[in-house]
Nanobody
Framework: VQLQASGGGLVQAGGSLRLSCTAS????????MGWFRQAPGKEREFVVI????????LYADSVKGRFTISRDNAKNTVYLQMNGLKPEDTAVYYC???????????????WGQGTQVTVSS
């Protein structure tokens, strides 16, 4: 599956952004879709994966209560709504697809190209 991420930009602290990840080639419903991010000089880190079966999505503690993952199957697109952004959220954000329910980046087979999010203080 090919993934195209978009929606990043520059925002002031406390602001919001919505990232999109559109898939082509195969339907997103076949995959666990996750969001990861990588700040300069740091390792890529897990942000969120959707709920397994009707439960709550799994969020990193650092974004819990501020970020929300959602999906539009008709558009084959996954979204990441980011509210209450902080300067420490500055990173390149990646969407990824896995056939496993996992938070480990190495288990994701397909990756979008990344979209830059910069939060100014």
């Amino acid at each position: 599956v090919q993934l195209q991420a978009s929606g990043g930009g520059l925002v002031q602290a406390g602001g919001s952004l919505r990232l999109s990840c559109t898939a082509s080639g195969r339907t997103l419903s076949l995959y666990v879709m996750g969001w990861f991010r990588q700040a300069p000089g740091k390792e890529r880190e897990f942000v969120v994966i959707p709920s397994r079966s009707g439960g709550s999505a799994l969020y990193a503690d650092s974004v819990k209560g501020r970020f929300t993952i959602s999906r539009d199957n008709a558009k084959n697109t996954v979204y990441l709504q980011m509210n209450g952004l902080k300067p420490e959220d500055t990173a390149v954000y990646y969407c990824a697809a896995s056939t496993r329910y996992t938070t480990v980046a190495a288990d994701f087979d397909s990756w979008g190209q990344g979209t830059q999010v910069t939060v100014s203080s």
